[in-house]
């Protein structure tokens, strides 16, 4: 398992991160998503061997929203 911390521009109320959180537990290979509103944060646990970090920034991108890598684990 490894964790990752994307860092989400353009969110704007707890509805985006309630938006952000489901699309991004859809993604086959993610364990645990928490999506912070205040500080504009996802923290993503995921199996490498099921998804990458490059796919996860996607999903982050298709509804409009821009993401950067904070930091792994």
Known sequence: MRSIVLKIIGMHCGGCAATMTA???????????????????AHVLF????????????????????AVVQSTA
Do not use: H, N
């Open 23 to 41: 699309l991004l537990e859809r993604e086959p290979g993610v364990k645990s998503v928490a999506v912070t509103f205040e500080s504009g944060e």
């Open 47 to 66: 199996d490498p061997a099921q998804v990458d970090e490059r796919r996860l920034i996607e999903v982050v991108r298709q509804p409009g929203y821009q």
